[in-house]
C-alpha cells in the first residue's frame, strides 16, 4: 500500500494515473482510492464544507477538521483491508499523512510535535487504520503548485478554490512538514520525487519495486 502525498497542485492525482498504468502494465492488479471520499461518507462531505467555509466554527480547529479525516478513513478501513488481500498494489491519493502535515502545518508546529503524534495515537493506534508500506512525496515549489492549482481551475468548471488553496503560507508550511515526516520516515519509508517537471514513471516503479 502506497501513500502518494504532496501540498494542493503538487501534481498527486496525474502520478496516481501514470503509476496505476505503469503497474498494471507490468502485470500488477492495482486498486486506487483517494481520500476525502467526497460524495461516499458522512464525514468526507462535512470535510467539503468546512473547507469552503460552510460548517460554521468547524474549519476554524485543525483538531475537529483532523477528527472529521479520520473517521473518513476508518469507514473506509474494512474496504482497505480487503483490497489488500485482493490487490498487488493499493495505491493512496492522500492518507494518514496528509492530516498529519495539514494540521500541524495549521497548528505552526513541527513534525516532532503534540498535532502528529495526536494523528497517530487516534488513527494508527485508536481506529487501527491499516500502516501503508511505502510514501511517495511530490516536492514542488509552492509557487509551482499554486499555478497548477490556477490551471486546474480553469478547465474545472464550477470548482472553487478551498480555505486551504487560498493560503500560500500554510502550503509553504505544509510542504515543510512533508519535508520533516519524509526525512524522519514517518508511519514508513518515503521516496521524495522531484515533481516540478515531467515525473519518470517507469524509473519510479524500477526504484520501488525492483
Ligand atoms: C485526506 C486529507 C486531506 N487533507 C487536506 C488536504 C487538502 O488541502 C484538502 C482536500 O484534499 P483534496 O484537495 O486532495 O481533496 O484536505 C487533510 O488536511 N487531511 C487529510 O487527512
Redesign the pocket.
Known amino acids: 500500500m502506497i501513500g502518494i502525498e504532496g ?2 497542485g503538487a501534481g ?1 492525482r496525474t502520478l496516481f494515473g501514470k503509476l496505476s498504468t505503469a503497474l498494471t502494465e507490468r502485470g500488477l492488479s492495482v486498486r486506487g482510492r ?3 471520499r ?1 460524495g461516499v461518507d458522512v464525514h468526507a462531505d462535512l ?1 467539503r464544507d468546512a ?1 469552503h467555509g460552510d460548517l460554521g466554527p468547524v474549519s476554524d480547529s485543525p483538531h475537529a ?2 477528527l472529521l ?2 473517521l ?2 476508518r469507514d473506509a478501513a474494512e474496504g482497505l483491508r480487503a483490497d489488500l488481500e485482493r490487490y498487488d498494489v493499493v495505491l493512496l ?4 499523512a ?2 498529519a ?3 500541524a502545518a495549521r497548528l505552526r508546529q513541527d513534525a516532532d510535535g503534540d498535532f502528529v503524534r495526536w494523528v497517530h495515537d487516534l488513527e494508527i493506534s485508536r481506529f487501527r487504520l491499516p500502516v501503508p508500506d511505502a510514501h511517495l512525496l511530490l516536492s514542488v515549489t509552492p509557487t509551482v503548485a499554486a499555478s497548477r492549482v490556477t490551471r486546474r481551475e480553469a478547465t474545472e468548471v464550477g470548482r472553487e478554490r ?1 480555505i ?2 487560498s493560503d500560500a503560507d500554510l502550503q509553504a508550511r505544509c510542504a515543510a512538514l512533508y519535508e520533516q515526516l519524509a526525512r524522519r520516515g514517518w508511519l514508513a519509508p518515503w521516496t521524495v520525487v522531484d515533481a516540478v517537471s515531467t515525473v519518470d514513471t517507469n524509473r519510479l516503479v524500477d526504484e520501488l519495486f525492483g
Do not use: T
Open positions: 501540498i494542493d498527486k483517494a481520500f476525502p467526497y470535510v473547507l477538521m483532523g479525516y479520520a473518513d478513513r491519493d492522500r492518507y494518514v496528509s492530516n502535515a495539514y494540521g478551498d486551504y488553496e
